[in-house]
């Protein structure tokens, strides 16, 4: 499967999730948070737009290494990753919907967390974590153990940038089910970093510094 391919299956999916992701906001109340509709330069809504796009690298680089390798634990991993993070880019698109704002801003990625710019994006590398689109190239040229530990290693640093911005959400958002989506964000990435440390030890290497 081509990253193009990979892409056009990720959004098709993610775009059946849209109309899921507002329904379980109508539904599932606001708990510990505020119930008015954010404006479209809050903390809630640049979080739902970045995050989404973030995600959406996540779901591309998972298939690509899907198809690259014959490893169990990793494709099952990357296929774990690739529909939780594709059904929560669902809900929060499905959100910004509801909350009749824009699915893009022309405020640079990372604005809500006072870093707008950063990194560069000339890299192809948005917001943190990121893979640039020189590593998404390199990542669909390799096979076999080289993919594996190529993918883990951009897999750990994209999550980590996904718990930083999470964080953020934790800490700035207003919508009570979206904080509570952060939450759980932040949990389990940190537990998929961990369980891919282990992946790349047995493989003999390391995450990147």
């Not at 505020?34 to 330069?41: G, L, N």
């Not at 996540?58 to 990753?81: F, H, N």
């Not at 207003?174 to 047995?202: F, H, P, T, Y």
Request: glycine share 12%; with cysteine.
């Amino acid at each position: 499967m081509t990253p193009k391919r990979a892409g056009w299956i990720a959004s098709g999916a993610a775009a059946v999730l849209v109309a899921a992701g507002a329904i379980t906001y109508a539904v599932a109340g606001d708990e510990g948070g505020s119930d008015r509709v954010p404006s479209a330069d809050s903390a809630d809504a640049g979080f739902a737009r970045d995050m989404s796009v973030h995600h959406q690298q996540a779901v591309e680089m998972s298939y690509v290494v899907r198809d690259r390798t014959d490893d169990e634990e990793v494709r099952r991993l990357a296929y774990d990753i690739a529909q939780t993070q594709a059904n929560q880019r669902g809900m929060m698109i499905g959100w910004l919907d509801l909350w009749e704002l824009p699915k893009v801003s022309s405020d640079p990625p990372m604005t809500w967390m006072g870093m707008g710019g950063a990194p560069s994006a000339g890299e192809g590398s948005l917001m943190p974590g990121m893979a640039t689109d020189a590593e998404m190239d390199r990542l669909g040229t390799l096979d076999g153990e080289q993919a594996e530990v190529y993918y883990l290693q951009l897999m750990t640093e994209h999550h980590k940038g996904g718990v930083h911005m999470a964080e953020g959400c934790v800490e700035k958002c207003s919508v009570g089910v979206e904080k509570r989506l952060a939450r759980g964000m932040v949990e389990s990435q940190e537990s998929e970093i961990r369980l891919m440390a282990d992946l790349l030890a047995a493989r003999g290497a390391e995450p990147r510094s």
